[in-house]
């Protein structure tokens, strides 16, 4: 399952969004399209 995300990328997703990130720069940051991530 190669859509999964691993721990590390997980990780960098809260250090952003606890700084406020915009959500494009969180999936830019992860190389991701933006509407193809969610915060569980």
């Given at each position: 399952?190669?859509?999964l995300?691993?721990?590390?990328?997980?990780?960098?997703?809260?250090?952003?969004?606890?700084?406020?990130?915009?959500?494009?720069?969180?999936?830019?940051?992860?190389?991701?399209?933006?509407?193809?991530?969610?915060?569980?």
């Open positions: 399952m190669s859509g995300m691993n721990e590390q990328k997980k990780a960098i997703i809260w250090e952003l969004w606890t700084k406020s990130s915009p959500m494009i720069n969180i999936a830019r940051t992860i190389e991701k399209p933006h509407a193809t991530f969610f915060l569980t």
